[in-house]
């Protein structure tokens, strides 16, 4: 059974730095992508960003674009986002996702979508006050 923990959600101001973390267990993650959505109070559930199992393709959604940074330690199975120059809209729940795909190019155009997860991590707040 696959299993996604974040960790590195809190409290911060606007303009501050977090970094998130996600570890994977339960299967071997090669040729998986990883990614975050989030999820704030009275809104869907978003793309936020992912990354291929080598690394070598990123993808973001617009407003997190030169703010936000993923990365990924396949050794250790795990995923970052590094966050900074935070805002408040930024606040929401940021979950953790793995899946794999059949091709660079499918992948370049099914990251976005919510429903091309199958693994999903419980979630961890962010907040940024003003």
């Known amino acids: 059974q696959v299993q996604l923990v974040e960790s590195g959600g809190g409290l911060v101001q606007a303009g501050g730095s977090l970094r998130l973390s996600c570890a994977g267990s339960?299967?071997?993650?090669?040729?998986?992508?990883m990614g975050w959505f989030r999820q704030a109070p009275g809104k869907e559930r978003e793309f936020v960003s992912a990354?291929?199992?080598?690394?070598?393709?990123?993808y973001y959604t617009d407003s997190v674009k030169g703010r936000f940074t993923i990365s990924r330690d396949n050794a250790k199975n795990t995923v970052y986002l590094q966050m900074n120059s935070l805002r408040p809209e930024d606040t929401a729940v940021y979950y953790c996702?793995?899946?794999?795909?059949?091709?660079?190019?499918?992948?370049?155009?099914?990251?976005?979508?919510?429903?091309?997860?199958?693994?999903w991590g419980q979630g961890t707040q962010v907040t940024v006050s003003s």
């Open positions: 996702v793995a899946d794999s795909f059949a091709s660079a190019q499918a992948m370049a155009s099914m990251t976005y979508r919510i429903d091309e997860y199958d693994y």
């Open positions: 990354i291929s199992y080598s690394g070598s393709n990123t």
């Open positions: 339960g299967r071997t993650f090669s040729n998986v992508a």
